[in-house]
């Protein structure tokens, strides 16, 4: 039982690149989350979704995309990369009443933009 | 002003101290509280729950939440070097706009030095 897996844990991007960061789940669960993290400045949501097929933004969207075709599966993807999208990025899950439960996070992925 | 405050620290304690880590809020909506510990390069595994004004203990561990100041706690009795983490409070609302999305604090990074 994975729980929540990320790729890749580690990638460097030169400016204007773009990627994809992937996040798969082994719980069935609907509600799924992106985070990222800063030094010193807390967890702060790019986007979420409740379900397959269903995505909305969170505090940070811009620069930003994601889909949701399966209920494992929530991939983020950066256009054109920046150097403030230098950080670390959390995906998490959590069971169907949302946040009440926990999240599970998976174990991250450090961005640099050079 | 942001809706979780939480003081980043470092705090650094001789093994065997209690420690006492805070947040503020602002939002009244916020109903569920979570404290989340991080080690290095790891992501946040939830380490304590509550709802509702009170206290609420685990082993070494107690939340306290304090609604009417909006002021959550944890204390951590007889620290141990295996606490040095960085520990983020979390919170949510109820049914609502905010159900399942959590706001999290800044964290503050703690060392316990034996």
């Known amino acids: 039982n994975a729980g929540v897996t990320q790729t890749p844990k580690f990638r460097i991007l030169k400016i204007g690149q773009s990627m994809t960061l992937q996040c798969t789940q082994d719980?069935?669960?609907?509600?799924m989350y992106w985070y990222r993290q800063d030094p010193g400045m807390g967890l702060k949501l790019i986007y979420y979704?409740?379900?397959?097929?269903?995505?909305d933004k969170g505090e940070v969207p811009n620069g930003y995309n994601v889909s949701r075709s399966t209920t494992e599966d929530f991939p983020l993807r950066l256009e054109l990369a920046a150097p403030s999208q230098t950080s670390v990025y959390f995906c998490a899950t959590v069971a169907g009443t949302g946040g009440l439960d926990g999240y599970t996070f998976g174990s991250g992925t450090r961005l640099t933009v050079v | 002003q942001k809706e979780v405050e939480q003081d980043p620290g470092p705090l650094s304690v001789p093994e065997g101290a209690i420690v006492s880590l805070n947040c503020t809020y602002s939002?009244?909506?916020?109903?569920?509280f979570m404290w989340y510990r991080q080690y290095s390069r790891k992501g946040p595994e939830l380490l304590m729950y509550t709802y509702s004004s009170g206290n609420k203990e685990d082993g070494r561990f107690t939340a306290q939440v304090d609604k009417s100041s909006k002021y959550i706690s944890l204390f951590i009795r007889d620290s141990q070097p295996s606490d040095s983490a960085t520990y983020l409070c979390?919170?949510?609302?109820?049914?609502?706009?905010?159900?399942?999305?959590?706001?999290f604090g800044r964290g503050t990074q703690l060392t316990v030095w034996p």
């Open positions: 719980m069935n669960h609907n509600y």
């Open positions: 979390a919170m949510c609302g109820g049914r609502g706009s905010t159900l399942g999305r959590l706001y």
């Open positions: 939002n009244s909506a916020f109903q569920y």
């Open positions: 979704s409740v379900g397959a097929g269903i995505t």
